[in-house]
């Protein structure tokens, strides 16, 4: 059973940094689509940000400049650094692992006080 454990949101002011990871069990996150999705409240699930098995990323225009998606294959990581931080960006932070079927993290929640 794939599973995934995201951590490291918190409360930050605008202008923070924080730096979000998902641990996956097993190692597949090497063979795998690995993302970051965002649900504020009353809002839809949005994508933040994609890694391809060959390492290939896609931003959001949103956080375009500010956030980085990254793995380590040895470690079953992968990271989201997000920098310059709004108050549009307060959501719960989801991973997702794509390979034949999706899997999802329970979430974490980052809030950015103005």
């Known amino acids: 059973q794939v599973q995934l454990v995201e951590s490291g949101g918190g409360l930050v002011q605008a202008g923070g940094s924080l730096r979000l990871s998902c641990v996956v069990s097993?190692?597949?996150?090497?063979?795998?689509?690995m993302g970051w999705y965002r649900q504020a409240p009353g809002k839809q699930r949005e994508s933040v940000a994609t890694?391809?098995?060959?390492?290939?990323?896609n931003l959001a225009d949103s956080v375009k400049g500010r956030f980085t998606i990254s793995r380590d294959n040895a470690k079953n990581t992968v990271y989201l650094e997000m920098n310059s931080l709004k108050p549009e960006d307060t959501a719960v932070y989801y991973c997702?692992?794509?390979?034949?079927?999706?899997?999802w993290g329970k979430g974490t929640l980052v809030t950015v006080s103005s």
């Open positions: 890694i391809s098995s060959g390492g290939r990323t």
């Open positions: 997702r692992l794509a390979i034949g079927r999706d899997y």
């Open positions: 097993g190692s597949i996150v090497s063979i795998a689509v």
